[in-house]
Nanobody
Framework: QVHLVESGGGLVQPGGSLRLSCAAS????????LGWYRQAPGKERELVAT???????DYADSIQGRFTISRDDAKNTVYLQMNSLKPEDTAVYYC???????????????????WGQGTLVTVSS
């Protein structure tokens, strides 16, 4: 079991910045992929960004160029730096960790998803 604890959410004005942190209870090097998702009121949860052990990162088109995902393996922590925030970025942001239960997961598909409790980001003047 992996426990994920997010922090860093809050109220920010449009154009402002926030950095979210997600601390994992075990080595993130043992995990297949880490990511951030968000869920706005009345909408489904959507992918924001992911990062793999090799450093490869992927982003949703809606936040491309404004958000940056990064990781600190020594601290077992993944970050989401959010710049140029817009009101439409308002959402609960969730940290996600994908764990492979049976290698090779590309063949077995035996992934287990872990989720944090979420942190609220509100962009408003």
């Amino acid at each position: 079991q992996v426990h994920l604890v997010e922090s860093g959410g809050g109220l920010v004005q449009p154009g402002g910045s926030l950095r979210l942190s997600c601390a994992a209870s075990k080595s993130i090097l043992s995990l297949n992929k880490l990511g951030w998702y968000r869920q706005a009121p009345g909408k489904e949860r959507e992918l924001v960004a992911t990062i793999r052990n090799n450093g490869r990162s992927d982003y949703a088109d809606s936040i491309q160029g404004r958000f940056t995902i990064s990781r600190d393996d020594a601290k077992n922590t993944v970050y989401l730096q959010m710049n140029s925030l817009k009101p439409e970025d308002t959402a609960v942001y969730y940290c996600n960790a994908e764990e492979c239960l049976l290698e090779p997961c590309a063949v077995t598909g035996a992934y287990l998803q872990h989720w944090g409790q979420g942190t609220l980001v509100t962009v408003s003047s």
